[in-house]
């Protein structure tokens, strides 16, 4: 069947693996985005654009902007995250709404209200937490109206290429310690990128619905990223020095969350674990742990 992609660039994160992993199980795909190497050049929040959109089989909206894009504006966070994720979302879904095209939409686990449980399923409340979190919900809205859609729910998405702040932790464990905020003693759950397009082409193969959490066994801590990156440099204690969040809550809500986002906060203040039930009853079966993902992401870092 032919899949129609909106990735960043057909050369993005999940994108890139995804484009990978269909086209190895012989898929014809089809990638959009607003520029770079890709199929379909032109911008989702273009109706007119979106329109003339081809027919699929499948369509796959798998990014979405987010704190660590390049393009991040410092003022008007919430129109800019609001422009690209719900109005592209809510174009695209116009366009193959009345067609038999199978829809599947990438989330974030920051969709579910941080309660602080031990665990989120697909039936915990949702509305996000932040302003990229809340744009992916209200895009959630029109997903919804699809007939037969599927919401994939991924935790923290890592692997090789995959930095953000274990960049850092990197640099300091070299020097023998890490500063974090917070205590760094509940769980937080990774899933390898790999997994996360596993798990969206056996959705796509047997035309799931619902909603589908994408998760790795055994999360870990802060404290225990710290231990595993340690290993993989051969450091056998590395200092951890844990700093208090107050004030680090404080000062990121006096810079308007740009210090550290809303959602990044209450991660560093909760657990964070999804149950997979659903995923694995459809067949998936995720390949990395959440250690084998630290100590991947630690490798490609020390490498560079």
């Known amino acids: 069947y032919t899949t129609l992609f909106r990735s960043t660039g057909a050369a993005g994160f999940l994108g890139k693996e995804c484009v990978r992993q269909f086209r190895e199980h012989a898929h014809e795909v089809l990638t959009i985005d607003k520029h770079g190497a890709v199929d379909l050049c032109g911008d989702l929040v273009d109706a007119g654009f979106t329109a003339v959109l081809p027919e699929v089989d499948v369509v796959v909206n798998c990014a979405a902007v987010q704190y660590v894009s390049s393009d991040l504006p410092f003022f008007f966070r919430e129109s ?18 009345d067609t038999a095209a199978h829809f599947i939409q990438v989330g974030s686990s920051m969709m579910y209200r941080q309660t602080g449980q031990a665990l989120y399923g697909i039936d915990s409340a949702m509305g996000g937490e932040g302003v990229y979190s809340r744009s992916k919900a209200a895009a959630q809205v029109f997903v919804e109206q699809m007939s037969g859609s599927a ?37 937080i759950h990774m899933v390898h990128v790999a997994d996360v397009a596993s798990l969206i082409l056996r959705i796509a193969e047997i035309r799931a619905r619902g909603f589908y959490n994408a998760a790795a066994p055994e999360p870990l801590s802060i404290r225990q990223w710290v231990d595993e990156i340690g290993n993989i440099l051969g450091i056998s204690a590395v200092i951890k020095l844990p700093i208090p969040l107050l004030p680090v809550k404080w000062l990121s809500w006096l810079c308007g969350y ?11 203040a909760l657990p964070h674990v999804l149950s997979i039930s659903e995923s694995l009853a459809i067949g998936w079966q995720p390949r990395f742990t959440n250690a084998e993902i630290v100590r991947d992401i630690a490798r490609h870092i020390d490498r560079g």
């Open 80 to 97: 800019w995250f609001w422009r690209n994720n719900v109005d592209s979302a809510r174009n695209l879904c116009t366009r193959y709404r």
């Open 151 to 187: 919401t994939v729910i991924p935790c923290i998405i890592g692997g090789e290429g995959r930095e953000g702040l274990f960049r850092g932790f990197v640099r300091m464990a070299k020097h023998g310690f890490v500063v974090f905020p917070g205590r760094g003693e509940h769980p």
């Open 258 to 268: 740009r210090l550290l986002a809303r959602e990044q906060l209450l991660m560093l």
